[in-house]
């Protein structure tokens, strides 16, 4: 053991490089599915205009919501490894639990406006 109280906790610089690397090619390999899955919701085609219109405008939310969250997450991961010592990571990890809490609730909260807006409309198409 060393005289540094958090020595033990150190990354090694080949770890660190390692793991910094992963996480950009997980980042890369996500941005290329998130942009397939958005050309396959763009060509996305439903039955009727309103419910087509309104699933539409879900679709496109979930996925801009997905490439959010998961950006967060591979930011988090980053400002880990980075961290100095056990109580930067507690830190990091509240800030980013509170953070996420507040935006899925936001997240929640904007997908069931939109569906209510889907039957609502669908409801003045049949009347």
Do not use: C
Not at 17 to 35: H, K, L, M, P
Not at 59 to 70: D, F, L, Q
Not at 96 to 117: D, H, M, N, W
Request: proline share 2%; glycine share 4%; no cysteine.
């Amino acid at each position: 053991m060393g005289n540094e109280p958090f020595e033990q906790f150190a990354i090694p610089n080949e770890v660190r490089a390692f793991i910094e690397q992963s996480v950009a090619q997980a980042r890369t390999a996500f941005n290329g599915i998130v942009e397939a899955a958005n050309q396959a919701v763009a060509q996305w085609q439903g039955q009727t205009e309103a419910a087509r219109n309104g699933t539409s405008e879900i679709a496109h939310k979930s996925m801009a919501y997905a490439e959010k969250n998961m950006s967060a997450t591979f930011d988090f991961a980053q400002k880990l490894m980075h961290a100095k010592d056990p109580a930067e990571v507690m830190r990091l990890q509240t800030e980013f639990l509170a953070a996420q809490t507040q935006t899925l609730s936001t997240q929640v909260r904007e997908l069931g406006q939109s569906a209510a807006k889907i039957v609502m409309d669908a409801a003045k198409s049949k009347s």
